[in-house]
């Protein structure tokens, strides 16, 4: 029995939900198809994607061709929901990328053709809505080929096209010299005219695995035409799951929900061996006991003892399990196939809202997406989210909401920004000198690293010096500290390098034991570390960078003369700027925080027509007017009273 594990990804509103329903329609999994408008689809199960006709969340759901068990994840197409999708790639054996007939390549589909294409994944392309009025079938395979610049090979052709009696006829692999650039076998015999239909069909069977060329079928989710095919091309053209079952345990966690009694379910997927109930395993930073197995198989999931290798399961029991965690032995990481979240909004809770309620509900949304980063300040009583877009701050309100009966509202969407270091500088406390408090001496220089390269630490000292313990207590807080920098951002690419150590070794009095107030430890180091790193910091100097994005406007070229004054309002740099026939295509920078307002301008100023592609590029240095601050959720280093203060209860003279 093979499995194939495969992921339907798309542009919002392509058609990937109700691809899914017809494909489970079937296949006989279900008897009737749900509609994403009257909210009844087998994989939107939110209450918010039923309201809203969008996928938020990645849902699994498996049924069976021919031998051939399918494990089909249907994914968000929504970009503010892309961390969603990030989790997935990483679990697939093969892709089905769904393309609109009507209004063809959008932005998102060129980010994620691009990913699968980095990552390799075996990918057929399905344009679907040949039924609907407009919908074309050749200009679309020259938008694929040019505006996402991938080899594609059409499995057929469309008759009755955007009529209801539009239907799909597969015929014999043509555009051979697709194939034959990366078969020399095939361009002889190509150049030859002795090619045959074995040999094309063995040569695209090949390069469709090694994720060379991606194999067209066309086809309607709606009246079910192309789907038959499509199901075919699946079975036949996408390698099965790999893995073995007997080899050491290797898996990964792509999502967690909770269960109804608020239990942890963590969705895996088994890359190789085998894991059973009641087995220990461990994942992270820690270890737990599975407590129950669901196996997804035959168009539902099953309770099973074990999973092995190939599978995707349900796993109860591991309290702590995140997603990202890795199961057993760790694989080769990918990194973020997408960037991080670059803008922040403050959670407001309403009059009937509980703050630890609201504080715990946010926790959970956290354990869910790692990439929505909580930050919550004591002082203020105030907790910030990170997101990608406005899209996704409606959809915590409404899950708030809905799952925990909170009502919330939000503060103005602000950009998430960081530091850097300016110059170098360097700060060093003694013990018992300057007013330390603290039983430690340290030293440390801040100086600029290559952009990109984050933090390191390194030691200007002798290892031997002190306690390995004491080392390690510096760095982790070194490291902690520069979440927050001069400015309240985080700080970056930096290195930071210890200068001086010293402490005082376990003491004691006559006939008594350990007296701490003789003796160096952790807390010592731990408490100085941030006031040194922090005078260094402030002798170094500190630059505030904004999130920049990059931008690709698509729109016609007669409206280019009201496009540039728009984008120039909003800081948006034009860095290239082409015609291509009617259409002109604008390329350049613009500030994270103008973005929204950007894509908000863009169908009034084209008349409906334009098209605007972004996505995270660098940061650049704030250089207009006052550089942003963000409160302070430390104890304040900046400030060495209220510092002392707040740690160790008293103020040094």
């Not at 096209?161 to 239907?167: D, P, Q, Y």
């Not at 919550?376 to 809905?402: C, I, P």
Request: contains cysteine.
């Amino acid at each position: 029995m093979h499995v194939l594990n495969l992921g339907i990804l798309a542009h919002v509103d392509a058609g990937k939900t109700s691809l899914t329903e017809r494909l489970l329609h079937s296949v006989g999994v279900i008897d009737e198809i749900g509609s994403v408008d009257a909210g009844s689809t087998q994989t939107d199960t939110l209450a918010l994607e039923r309201r809203r006709g969008i996928t938020i969340k990645s849902a699994v759901v498996s049924f069976q061709v021919d031998d051939v068990t399918v494990n089909l994840i249907d994914t968000p197409g929504h970009p503010d929901f892309i961390a969603e999708v990030e989790r997935v790639l990483g679990v697939l054996d093969g892709a089905v990328l769904v393309v609109s007939a009507v209004e063809g390549v959008q932005a998102q589909t060129r980010i994620l053709m691009r990913t699968l294409r980095r990552l390799r994944i075996p990918t057929l392309v399905l344009v679907n809505k040949i039924d609907r009025r407009g919908a074309r079938d050749e200009g679309v395979l020259r938008e694929l080929t040019e505006r996402l610049s991938v080899p594609v090979v059409p499995m057929g052709t469309v008759t009755g096209l955007g009529t209801a009696a539009a239907a799909f006829r597969p015929g014999r692999v043509r555009d051979l010299d697709v194939l034959a650039e990366h078969d020399d076998d095939l361009l002889s015999a190509y150049v030859d005219g002795t090619v045959t239909p074995r040999h094309a069909r063995a040569a695209l069977l090949a390069q469709t695995g090694r994720a060379l060329v991606h194999p067209v079928y066309f086809g309607s989710a709606t009246t079910g035409a192309g789907v038959p095919e499509l199901i075919a091309g699946l079975r036949e053209l996408l390698p099965a799951a790999g893995g073995d079952p007997d080899g050491p345990l290797s898996g990964t966690v792509f999502k967690v929900e909770r269960g109804p009694a608020g239990e942890k379910i963590a969705y895996a997927r088994v890359f190789s061996g085998t894991l059973r109930t009641r087995d220990r395993v461990p994942y992270g930073d820690g270890a737990g006991k599975v407590t129950a197995i669901s196996v997804f198989d035959r168009g539902a999931d099953a309770r099973q003892e074990a999973v092995s290798a190939g599978r995707i399961a349900r796993l109860w029991g591991l309290a702590d399990i995140r997603v990202g965690d890795s199961l057993g032995a760790p694989r080769e990481e990918h990194g973020h196939f997408f960037a991080p979240p670059t803008l922040e909004t403050v959670v407001e809770p309403g009059p009937d809202a509980d703050r630890r309620s609201l504080h715990l509900a946010l926790t959970r949304l956290a354990e869910q997406d790692p990439l929505i980063g909580l930050r919550h300040d004591e002082l203020r009583q105030e907790t910030s989210v990170s997101l990608y877009g406005e899209v996704q701050k409606e959809v915590v309100q409404a899950t708030l909401a809905d799952d925990h009966g909170l009502r919330v509202t939000f503060r103005e969407t602000t950009p998430l920004c960081v530091e850097r270091p300016a110059g170098t500088g360097a700060a060093v406390e003694f013990i018992k000198k300057d007013a330390n408090p603290f039983l430690a001496t340290v030293g440390l220089r801040v100086e600029p690293a290559p952009p990109d390269s984050g933090v390191r630490f390194g030691l200007d000292v002798e290892l031997g010096a002190m306690p390995y313990a004491f080392f390690k207590a510096v760095e982790d807080t070194v490291r902690e500290t520069l979440g927050q920098g001069l400015h309240g951002w985080q700080v970056t690419d930096c290195a930071v390098t210890m200068t001086h150590s010293g402490y005082w070794p376990r003491q004691s009095h006559a006939h008594q034991g350990f007296d701490k107030s003789m003796s160096s430890t952790g807390h010592d180091f731990r408490g100085l570390t941030p006031l040194v790193l922090t005078e260094a910091l402030r002798r170094a100097g500190t630059q505030v960078y904004e999130p920049m994005h990059r931008f690709r406007v698509e729109a016609p070229a007669d409206t280019l003369g009201a496009l540039l004054p728009v984008l120039a309002a909003l800081r948006a740099v034009p860095r290239t700027t082409a015609t291509r026939g009617a259409l002109c295509v604008l390329e350049g920078v613009v500030p994270a925080a103008r973005v929204h307002g950007l894509e908000q301008r863009i169908p009034g100023l084209t008349r409906g027509e334009g098209e605007c592609e972004s996505g995270f590029d660098h940061y650049a240095p704030v250089t207009h007017g006052t550089p942003p601050e963000r409160p302070r959720t430390d104890h304040n280093p900046l400030n060495r009273k209220e510092y002392l203060l707040n740690v160790t209860g008293r103020v040094a003279n």
